[in-house]
């Protein structure tokens, strides 16, 4: 019988020069191992957190916040992240010690050798096809766990919130055409309700729309030697000059020099 999907997935994140990316959205459970560089965050509450290297940033499902990555002199920024479906979140706490649910970014200081070992049973529980189902999903929870037992608190089951379900729908597709009448209706609700909705949570959808797909964009960028043009087409972007530009707005930074080193 074949495997199901796991319910977890892991990104190699590469940046040659400093950046900051503000107003980032993560609708799951996110972590970040920095492996080489410095990783600045600033969340909503406007507590700041400064990870190095070995060190692991959590955020959990909702969690808004501005990222600044700070490569190493002349080596570049180098970061892996893992996104957790809220189920497997969910099965974890029934297995470790867990804290009441936890709705605000954390940071673990962890000496490199402890995080990169937890980091490999991360990679050990996504690549061994031929264990049973039950089996790999023990290994999936190991790292979690882990965590857990260093007083990291994961955030348990709540309703998703109405930017998370508008958010789901268009990562499910960011090349579709989304309007916000065929969204609404995806959502059980009339289009001005869910206009009503979203302005009152400060991000209209032709906001919540052109930001998925630009951090989708940056997303690609990150982790995958695709060109901007290819990145552009994936994301959604009519022609390649309009995500450069809508990117550069954003980020004030060019998609291009995300991988060039400042000199």
């Known amino acids: 019988m074949a495997c199901e999907a796991p319910s977890f997935s892991i990104y190699p994140i590469s940046q040659a020069t400093t950046a900051t990316f503000s107003e980032l959205y993560f609708r799951l459970t996110f972590l970040f191992f920095v492996e080489r560089g410095s990783k600045r965050v600033l969340t909503s509450e406007g507590r700041e957190l400064i990870g190095e290297e070995g060190d692991v940033f959590v955020f959990p499902p909702g969690s808004v916040v501005t990222m600044e990555n700070r490569p190493r002199l002349d080596e570049g920024y180098r970061a892996t992240g893992v996104s ?3 189920d497997l979140i969910d099965l974890a706490a029934k297995y470790g010690e867990n804290g009441a649910s936890h709705h605000n970014p954390q940071l673990l200081k962890f000496e490199a050798k402890e995080s990169a070992h937890i980091l490999a049973a991360i990679r050990d ?5 031929v264990l049973p189902n039950a089996v790999r999903t023990h290994r999936q929870l190991e790292p979690i766990i882990w965590l857990q037992s260093h007083g990291i608190y994961f955030q348990k089951s709540a309703d998703q919130n109405l930017i998370g379900r508008v958010r789901q729908l268009i990562e499910a597709d960011v090349t579709h ?3 916000a009448a065929e969204v609404a209706q995806s959502l059980g609700m009339s289009q001005a309700t869910m206009r009503r909705r979203l302005n009152e949570a400060g991000q209209g959808f032709a906001k919540i729309l052109l930001f998925t797909r630009l951090e989708r964009g940056l997303t690609l960028l990150q982790t995958t030697g ?3 043009t290819q990145i552009a087409y994936a994301c959604g972007f009519k022609t390649p000059a309009h995500f450069s530009d809508a990117f550069k707005k954003r980020f004030d930074i ?10």
């Open 226 to 228: 695709n060109s901007i």
């Open 84 to 86: 957790y479906s809220q």
């Open 254 to 263: 060019r998609p291009k020099d995300i991988r060039i080193a400042a000199n």
């Open 125 to 129: 529980g996504l690549s061994d096809e």
């Open 177 to 179: 055409s989304w309007q």
